[in-house]
């Protein structure tokens, strides 16, 4: 059975609170767990100190069973100091994709075609204050 550490939504429309869970992870979100090893409240500050609340020893124990937690349980543990966490990074993230280039491209293409016209009255302001 694979094991993972996630968290388990609960409260109200549009206002969350998480258990931080050891779960088998083919079991649903909100479903069966093994484990509530803390909690995560996003409603508070970043400051709070009961934004998170951690079990360290347990999560120590969980993942020396071979429980994988998941990206955001992940930045809990790393914080708490219990798992280092490989920082990512996609320089690609922010790049336009292939569709939008070609857009940008055929966009361009009809700017300097409906420019020529325009080059002319470009120069014309520039000799304007060469006379004045």
Known sequence: MSVSIRLSRGGAKKRPYY???????????????????????????????????????????????????????????DAAGVKERAQRSNPKKAEPGEKAKERAEERAAKAAAANPVEEPAAEAPAEAGAEA
């Open 19 to 77: 258990r931080i869970v050891v779960a088998n992870s083919r079991s649903p979100r909100d479903g069966a767990y093994l484990e509530k090893i803390g909690t995560y409240n996003p409603m508070l500050g970043k400051d709070d100190e009961k934004r998170v609340v951690l079990d360290a020893e347990r999560a120590r124990h969980w993942i020396a069973q071979g429980a994988q937690p998941t990206d955001r349980v992940a930045r809990f543990l």
